[in-house]
């Protein structure tokens, strides 16, 4: 079945006729005003601004957004939505926080209530929406929005938790959604609990994230298991869409793909609302200068980085130990039961200070972060900006701090890459660091 048959057309879903020089000069002057690049310009579209303006969304669907105070479209939704809407394959570059998840959920949630019936009598569990997510977090994220709209049943699989509740899940909901990250869908795949021959909706949520963590050769055996190329809909979603990136995104997209990115297409942007600050300092003066930056922001929320486990548990215990602040760390051994306990305590304000390995640079749900510290700098300056993304979200101003070492400056590659990064988005470079 091809996705013209699962995903039937009307009229209010058919192809955007040529636009309007009218309407072609209000995008350009749109995309102008929010930083959009198409990579193609014959893909502008009529961008979605309200949605309970716009005949294109469902009735049912409006209603449902207006209840949960969804009125007006973020940037990246504004064009996505339409451009996906016309059952193109999508590639969205975005940093976190810009509003993605709506992006590609209300699209799915229009194409299913298009659908005339949905089947639930099935042997096993056949989704036609498929979302893969790099962390847990996220995923759980991404599926309480979909279970907040509350118009088709959706279930989250994800490792670190009961596979039996799960599976069971699986059995009795047959959910036409699936939401979930790599290992625990293949293990659905390879037990027969999951079949994937009807998915036709298919998104890579922070692609780029889940190719640095390895998890490109499970996405390939999830694909390979889809309908093919041209009989589904792919979208993918990434903070940067660099050469490797690329590379291994290209292979899985239908050739006539749109991109659409939130500032410069090709290369890396910091979020411009975050005034960075670099430090060159000795390894030993690091606990120094971050004592002085927990006592220069006390009361706010402050997320801090190191390179390993150890180091994020073992810097958080001293900083208890001087009782200047309420301090917590999260890496990716800490179990889910506790990690859902100190987000909320951080979320409330029971803690103010959370030490992080890179498990929590995207997808968790940590709301308000004022400062980020790079303790340690991560391994490239991809993560670097995922990292400081974490805070200066819609619109909100942020902080970060980044402790650099001789180390460091050894990399001339990274050093100047960095640099770049700061100074083009209107930070200062310190002398002892210029190149």
């Not at 069971?168 to 979930?180: D, N, T």
Request: some cysteine.
């Amino acid at each position: 079945m091809t996705i013209d048959g699962i995903f039937s057309t009307s009229n209010a879903f058919s192809n955007l006729s040529k636009l309007t020089t009218k309407k072609m000069a209000k995008m350009e002057r749109f995309c102008k005003e929010h930083g959009l690049v198409f990579e193609n310009p014959d893909d502008y579209c009529d961008p979605i601004i309200d949605f309970q303006d716009d005949k294109r969304l469902p009735l049912k669907l409006v209603k449902k957004l207006a209840e949960l105070n969804y009125h007006t479209a973020k940037p990246i939704q504004a064009v996505a939505i339409p451009i996906i809407l016309e059952k193109r394959d999508f590639v969205g570059k975005a940093e976190t926080g810009s509003g993605k998840t709506l992006a590609f959920v209300i699209p799915a949630l229009t194409f299913m209530l298009n659908e005339d019936e949905i089947e639930t009598k099935s042997a096993g569990c056949y989704p036609k929406v498929m979302i893969i997510s790099p962390t847990r977090e996220l995923a759980i994220q991404t599926n309480e929005v979909i279970e907040q709209i509350g118009l088709f049943k959706s279930i989250c699989v994800y490792g670190g938790a009961s596979r039996m509740t799960q599976y069971s899940e699986l059995r009795s909901k047959k959910p036409p959604i699936i939401v979930g990250t790599p290992g625990r869908i293949n293990d659905f795949l390879e037990t027969g609990s999951i079949h994937m021959s009807k998915c036709n909706y298919l998104v890579l949520d922070e692609a780029d994230r889940m190719f640095d963590m390895g998890f490109y050769p499970q996405i390939k055996k999830i694909i390979d298991l889809c309908p093919g190329i041209r009989e589904r809909q792919t979208l993918l979603f990434s903070a940067t869409w660099v050469e490797k990136v690329q590379e291994l995104a290209d292979p899985l997209l239908n050739p006539n793909r749109s991109l659409v990115s939130i500032g410069p297409l090709y290369g890396l942007k910091a979020c411009i609302d975050i005034k960075q600050h670099l430090f060159h300092c000795r390894e030993h003066d690091k606990k120094k200068l971050l004592e002085e930056i927990f006592r220069e922001f006390d009361g706010f929320k402050i997320l801090v980085f190191t390179a390993t486990k150890l180091r994020a548990q073992s810097v958080c215990d001293d900083f208890n130990d001087l009782n200047i602040t309420k301090c917590d760390y999260i890496h990716g051994d800490v179990a889910q039961e506790r990690r859902e306990r100190l987000i909320q305590d951080f979320n409330r304000g029971r803690s103010m200070v959370i030490f992080a390995t890179d498990v929590a640079s995207r997808g968790l749900d940590i709301k308000e972060i004022h400062v980020v510290v790079n303790y340690d700098f991560p391994i490239d300056v991809e993560t670097y900006v995922h990292r400081i993304g974490r805070c200066g979200r819609n619109g909100a101003k942020g902080l970060s701090f980044t402790f650099i070492t001789d180390r460091f400056l050894e990399n001339q590659y990274q050093h100047k890459k960095l640099l770049k990064v700061v100074s083009s988005s209107g930070n200062i470079i310190p002398d002892n660091l210029q190149l």
